[in-house]
């Protein structure tokens, strides 16, 4: 029975951790910056447990029941914290508030859960040994949390399934403490019919998980979702309504079909139709295969090479008949070689030369996507294109972000690259920014350019007018986007606070 507490120290250390991670996670998810949110949801979770511990030594009499309480306090709060912090980032003014008082409340419980162990265990043990046990049971689950919750629990369960699962941990550990020393407690009757009572509230919310997480979702967006997934790197949402589809990255809109043309004829053609019979292109990022869609309308490429992270996203891109017939059916292409690769490793340990490198990645709305636009990124970058080769680098809102803007433009001018800015107008974004980057000057108003027919959007008397910029789109920032400081994504995060579910 002893043995018993003690590996209750494990499930509570695990289930307090995945907490932790959650509420971690899911702010990222809906606020950006995963480097600043989880800074702070840690240290306003230690704090929280610090306070916790603190308070353990009022509680002096029925250490047992005060023990199993706690567990299902902690149980139907822990459990139902993603469902209800989603829920209330719709609905709530101050999220922020109600994020850190959830994680408060959850951290100061889990810090009365070891001090009242040991109080408990320590009648059964010598001191020396109950603290070597606690602490070992305690950092076993908190490494088998950590491990668990990027391979196993956002993949396969998600946010909201994965904290009413440890809600339902936490409930048993009461429910089994009941049981096995029913002897020792007071009112052991009442207290395992309130277990039950909690444990039974937790698991018909887990069977029922996928239509909460279906109805979280419908506040989120307006549109029917047709497809969603988390993956181990972001969570996917495609939704579809009038027969326009739209994808969506961690809340974030990335395209929609209605207008989707804008961007990657922009994207692509205004460099790519500068380089006379292009046989090599490289994309890194552009997953949805719409890039390669575009490069492919070029005869005379052999190969492009695409390196995005997200395995599962290329998938979904290669095979769901909706999307293959968008990207028209880009990704199958014996031309295109589909790598799922860090793209900042790849390039780094690159050795062949490209005659056009597209760069479509998400907004560096966090520190892992900021380094994908850093100064070190780009210096690796060059070594990809030769005297005549282009790159052509999504960059944003210059009109929402246009300091952001800048910081691009900066830090590739930095690694030696000449640049030329310019924009388009896409209605589900606004005005969009582009970055064309060079090793050697480039004369921008030529209109002789060698565009493919069948564009919808992109002409050659309309590209010179791309690279103008009206007042109000010039960004006065001088910095340079370093990988150590990372002032790209600060710039970023208070450009966009304003806005809501943009492009990222």
Known sequence: MTYLLLFSVFVVATCGLVYELITGALAS???????????????????AMGVGSYFSKFFTRNLLNVF?????????IGGFSAAFLFLSYEYVVSFRFILYSVIFIIG???????PLLMRILQDRFEFKDLVSKIFTYDYIGALIASISFPLLLVPYLGLVRSSLLFGIFNVAVALVTIIVFKSEIKSEGFLRFKAIATLVLLVVAFGYSEKMVSFLEVQNYRERIVFKKNT?????????????MKLFLNGNLQFSSKDEYRYHESLVHVGLSRIEKPK????????????????LKYPSVQKILLVDLDGQMTQLFKTNPILVDLNKNALNDPKVEVLNEDAFVWVKNNKEFFDFVIVDFPDPSQFALGKLYSKTFYSYLTSTIDANGLIAVQSTSPYIAKNSFQIIVNTLNDVALYTKPYHVYVPSFGEWGYVLAAKAP?????????????????????????FQFSKDLIGDSKDINRLNNQILVRTFEQEWEPFSHHEN
């Not at 090599?280 to 490069?295: F, H, N, P």
């Open 29 to 47: 998810y809906l606020l950006g910056d995963s480097v600043t949110q989880f800074s702070t949801i840690i240290g306003t979770y230690l704090f």
């Open 68 to 76: 199993i309480e706690i567990e299902m306090i902690i149980g139907l």
């Open 108 to 114: 100061c419980f889990v810090g009365l859960e070891i």
């Open 232 to 244: 181990a790197y972001q969570k996917i949402i495609l939704t579809q309504n009038a027969g326009e």
């Open 280 to 295: 090599k292109v490289l994309i890194l990022g552009g997953g949805d295969g719409l890039a390669a869609r575009e490069v």
């Open 442 to 466: 480039m004369d921008t108003a030529e209109t002789n350019l060698a565009l493919p027919a069948g564009l919808q959007f992109i002409s050659s008397e309309m590209v010179p007018y791309l």
